[in-house]
């Protein structure tokens, strides 16, 4: 029994000696090198390349552009705030959007100067079935009667002929507001130095200045 342990010892030691020199790495698949420091010393790429650096010496990534804009402006207002951006900005550096606002009238009837004769007024609308509503929230026509509200000139009018049709007397074209043009200009893309270039502007019209897109430059 002595000599079988003896053999078995004697056996395994061969066993360790023969993988601890890489004879048995075929054999059993796992070198006894493959995680020691010189074999990843002797992969490395060009090591005498690699440079420790300090932290001050590393360089910030520079932050992402923005939009910025200014507006709305005028069509008369226009050339004046262009004119600002070309002393900061190459031409094309910006971009113009344009916005069209229809205007806005009404078919309207009134202002009545007692409460008598707007009610027989309104008994007479509704004895010839003619939708309408007291206006409200403009105390330039109140009391009065409205009935619709337009975009377009052209519709208030068919509007009122339509009523003079139902024998509507005194019914007229009220214009409440004028149709629009703004302009709003954009720089898309202003990096950190065209922030500051656009930062000493200030001869835009209205003493009004750039500020990020989106933002009170709605026309």
């Given at each position: 029994m002595?000599?079988?342990?003896?053999?078995?010892?004697?056996?395994?030691?061969?066993?360790?000696?023969?993988?601890?020199?890489?004879?048995?790495?075929?054999?059993?698949?796992?070198?006894?090198?493959?995680?020691?420091?010189?074999?990843?010393?002797?992969?490395?790429?060009?090591?005498?390349?690699?440079?420790?650096?300090?932290?001050?010496?590393?360089?910030?990534?520079?932050?992402?552009?923005?939009?910025?804009?200014?507006g709305?402006?005028?069509?008369?207002?226009?050339?004046?705030?262009?004119?600002?951006?070309?002393?900061?900005?190459?031409?094309?550096?910006?971009?113009?959007?344009?916005?069209?606002?229809?205007?806005?009238?009404?078919?309207?009837?009134?202002?009545?100067?007692?409460?008598?004769?707007?009610?027989?007024?309104?008994?007479?609308?509704?004895?010839?079935?003619?939708?309408?509503?007291?206006?409200?929230?403009?105390?330039?026509?109140?009391?009065?009667?409205?009935?619709?509200?337009?975009?377009?000139?052209?519709?208030?009018?068919?509007?009122?002929?339509?009523?003079?049709?139902?024998?509507?007397?005194?019914?007229?074209?009220?214009?409440?507001?004028?149709?629009s043009?703004?302009?709003?200009?954009?720089?898309?893309?202003?990096?950190?130095?065209?922030q500051?270039?656009?930062?000493?502007?200030?001869?835009?019209?209205?003493?009004?200045?750039?500020?990020?897109?989106g933002?009170?430059?709605?026309?």
């Open positions: 002595l000599r079988g342990l003896l053999a078995a010892l004697l056996l395994a030691n061969l066993m360790f000696f023969s993988w601890s020199r890489g004879w048995l790495d075929d054999v059993v698949g796992l070198s006894p090198q493959r995680d020691r420091e010189p074999q990843r010393l002797a992969a490395q790429i060009a090591p005498e390349a690699l440079q420790i650096l300090p932290p001050a010496t590393l360089t910030r990534r520079a932050p992402p552009p923005v939009c910025l804009e200014a709305p402006f005028t069509p008369a207002e226009l050339p004046q705030a262009e004119s600002a951006l070309r002393r900061a900005l190459p031409e094309g550096g910006w971009a113009l959007l344009t916005r069209e606002r229809p205007g806005s009238w009404m078919a309207y009837m009134g202002r009545y100067n007692s409460k008598v004769t707007m009610q027989r007024r309104a008994e007479e609308l509704r004895r010839r079935e003619v939708a309408f509503e007291e206006v409200r929230n403009l105390p330039d026509y109140e009391p009065g009667f409205i009935f619709g509200r337009y975009n377009r000139e052209a519709d208030a009018r068919e509007s009122v002929r339509r009523l003079q049709e139902q024998k509507v007397r005194f019914a007229r074209v009220v214009r409440l507001e004028p149709p043009t703004s302009h709003v200009l954009r720089v898309p893309k202003a990096d950190p130095a065209t500051e270039r656009l930062t000493q502007i200030d001869d835009l019209p209205q003493g009004r200045k750039l500020q990020p897109c933002r009170d430059s709605r026309p």
